[in-house]
């Protein structure tokens, strides 16, 4: 296949050059054509080394050959990793000053965009509308993940890892753009205008349906947590957890499909975003106190779904953790000092003292210990956090994390529990929700 790697003018533009390697070796002939901006962070010599094909900025370069309409004609797949938020914009409104714009003018196959730059940037109503330009149009957007960005910055825009990028490439190589995928991407529009770096994937099967939508949350405002929170350790190790965060997401479908207004802070999620839902994208324990905090004096009800870390590390290593090498111990481990993440419920709680507002529902993952059970484990959780409800559910390695299904227990302060399950997840959330619909007033 003839593929078209665009390189925009960022610095994980060192990044492409490993996306490039996955093409080489699965035996695809590569175009690399960087913008002149790109070229500072990685040389011309490179891409050439690495593509074995001669690179060029601009048209004029072999103008006998009409470069700047060939390579586009010719192309099987074009994409641009990483897109910067200035190429993003130019491709947006059909410039071609280059040759990497004017390919992209002429190409008739699926072009795959991978957005990369800071957090501000990413979330500027210019670029969200600019990326829905190209959507509308048919493109296809590998949303930026989250994390640590040039410098201490962290948040959302970091070109997600070459090996996701090229998965999704090798996709469209081998099954090609449905004839229906404008219309499919203007579908995914909302995800991408909320767009957090919630990576796309395939809906959860249903194991049980939902009953008829209910209007019972019109005009309340919900504020969900989801997921599970990363704790770096250095720039390829993190602490977390195996949260799938599809609860959290199903509890989004079911209150706006119930009239609410739902807003999700959402950790390291794969899963598509519910029609009319807002994704607040984070990544730590931190950057989710953040999020929410910043949030819950819009909600009337707030769901803290998420699997949070308690700990992190003491220190960030801003290189690789090293095996050690020392003949005298060679089974010598570094020691990672930990300390606690703050309790985001507790002072949630805590904050809203005697106020009525907002509804606080918590969840309780719990595996259950030698003299306590999951639902003993959960009542103290429930006296000691001060929630309005708590969503108290048994975890392990083959339990809920990553299932469709779910059993849960809801604990009140007055009254008994109310046990709901095994069901799909989506049945769970209704459940949820009107257990929390009577404390709404």
Known sequence: MN???????????????????????????????????????VGEPTWSALSGKPVQTDVWTHVEQVPHVRLGQQADLVVIAPATADL??????????????????????PVVYAPAMHTEMWEHPATQANVETLIERGAHIVPPASGRLTGADTGPGRLPDPEEIFAVCRHLLEHGASPSAGEDSRRGAPAIRAATGTRPGPPARRTSSPRQQEPDYTGWHVLISAGGTREPLDP?????????????????????????????????VSL?????????????????????????????????AAAVADFRPAAY??????????????????????????????????????????????????????????LRLGEEKLARKGCDLL????????????????????????GAPVAAGPAGKDVIADAILDAARPLMG
């Not at 929410?292 to 803290?304: K, R, S």
Request: net charge neutral; proline share 5%; hydrophobic share 50%.
């Open 88 to 109: 993003l914009a130019r491709a947006a409104a059909g410039l071609a000053d280059d040759l990497l714009t004017n390919t992209l003018l002429t190409a008739r196959c």
């Open 3 to 41: 593929i078209v790697l665009g390189v925009g003018g960022g610095i994980a533009a060192y990044k492409a050059a490993l996306l490039l390697r996955l093409f080489t070796e699965s035996g695809h002939s590569v175009t690399v054509i960087p913008t002149t901006a790109a070229l500072h962070f």
């Open 236 to 268: 390829v190790r993190f602490l977390g957890n195996r949260s799938s965060g599809k609860q959290g997401f199903a509890l989004a479908a079911r209150a706006a499909a119930r009239g609410a207004l739902v807003k999700v802070v959402s950790a390291n």
């Open 391 to 414: 969503v108290v559910n048994e975890v392990g390695v083959d339990k809920t994390f990553g299932s469709d299904e779910n059993t849960v227990h809801i604990l009140r302060k007055v």
């Open 317 to 374: 290593a801003g290189s690789k953790i090293k095996k050690t090498h020392d003949p005298a111990d060679p089974d010598a481990a570094p020691v990672i000092e930990l300390v606690r993440n703050p309790d985001i419920l507790a002072g949630l709680v805590q904050a809203r003292g005697p106020a009525p507002r907002p509804v606080i529902v918590g969840f309780a993952a719990e595996t259950g210990d030698a003299d306590h059970s999951v």
């Open 272 to 304: 598509p975003v519910p029609e009319g839902v807002e994704v607040i994208p984070v990544g730590t324990a931190l950057e989710m106190q953040a999020a929410v905090e910043a949030q819950v004096g819009w909600a009337d009800l707030v769901i803290m």
